[in-house]
């Protein structure tokens, strides 16, 4: 960086979806007006994504070696990101999820760059995922948190987890809650499409392996004739298999799949609670979402979530995957409209804490210490 130039900054990212982890680096390269800024992302992507990057004058580059948990094309990856890294001249590589994280924090180091971020937006390790492959991210993980200035994390509760697990040292962490545009979820009018009568129970994600799908359906035939319904909001590649699971245990006329929405507010705005049931997560941004639009939240003790859902007061913490504790809890807010409403009020006030403009404040300063760090080791 030299003169008046502003920093080059570079986000990486294994996929460049429509989820909660590229929700989170959206955000922040929108707000993050200071930087000269460039978003990689590796095979999978949605063009919607990119192009709204780019109709934002944020440059875009794809990574096509850099893929979800795929360790055969993981050294390839670190040798092509080497390579255009050598061919740039960024002040900061800021990484984000496990693959990109890894892959790109050593490219980073091979090259050069002179300060390195890393962005944890949920915990790669869980009990249900193979125990070598576990094993295998977490020798990565420590190695790659010696070519690591800062590592991000989105909860405290995630860096303790990190430091417990060998992973970096203490003075490397900073907690910055990921943020939401607060504003879009108070004010929205809700949809007036949705299939089911309310109250209604809402997911809002990725149909994918992780997020506990099952357990909910689960809970929900367990609960009978239900007085309300339950949309499921989202897709992914398990869209198939949901839609044939609630098929066969008899369950169309109360849970439906509504696939991919982009008015998720709206979508909030006309629903009743939000569930969660999750076996890993990070501090999911659907989270703050549904407190922003004032709604009780039913979600997995895991993660960064207790430090967004206080158990008795905003909703509820149950164990990951236990469809029984599920089913209680959503019993109890489907009978009680008052307790729904008086913990979507506690939920909105605490929402205010996970604004996108502290989340980019946060960063922001993050990001010139680091540079004035540098400008004192070179004068």
Sequence with gaps: MAGNERPHVLHLITRLLKGGAEGHTIATVRGLDDYELTVGYGAEYEQEQVDLLESEGIATKRFPLIRHYNPVTTIPAVLSLTRYLHQK?????????????????????????????????????????????????????????????QIVSNADVIADDYIERGIGEPDQYTTIYSGIDLDEFV???????????????????RLANGKGHGVLLDAVESLGELDGSVCIVGDGPLYDSIDDDINDRGLSDQVFLTGFRDDV???????????????WEGTPRVITEAMASGLPVVATDI???????????????????????????????LADEELRERMGERGMERAGRFSVETMVEELDK?????????????N
């Design 187 to 205: 004010d929205a009018e809700p949809a007036d499409d949705l299939p089911g009568e309310r109250p209604r129970i809402v997911m809002v994600g």
């Design 303 to 333: 993660a960064g979530i207790p430090e967004q859902v206080v158990d008795g007061e905003t909703g509820y913490l149950i164990p990951t995957g236990d469809p029984g504790a599920l089913a209680t809890q959503l019993e109890r807010l």
């Design 265 to 279: 507010p709206s979508v909030l705005a006309a629903s009743d609670m939000l569930v969660l049931p999750s076996f």
């Design 89 to 149: 001249d960024f002040d900061i590589v800021h990484t984000h999820s496990t693959e990109a994280g890894i892959i790109g924090r050593f490219a980073a180091a091979l090259a050069g760059v002179p300060n390195v971020v890393h962005t944890v937006h949920g915990v790669p390790f869980a009990d249900d995922r193979n125990d070598v492959l576990n094993q295998f991210v977490l020798a990565c993980e420590r190695q790659a948190a010696t070519y690591t200035d």
């Design 366 to 378: 993050l990001y010139e210490r680091l540079l004035r760090a540098d400008l004192r080791l070179y």
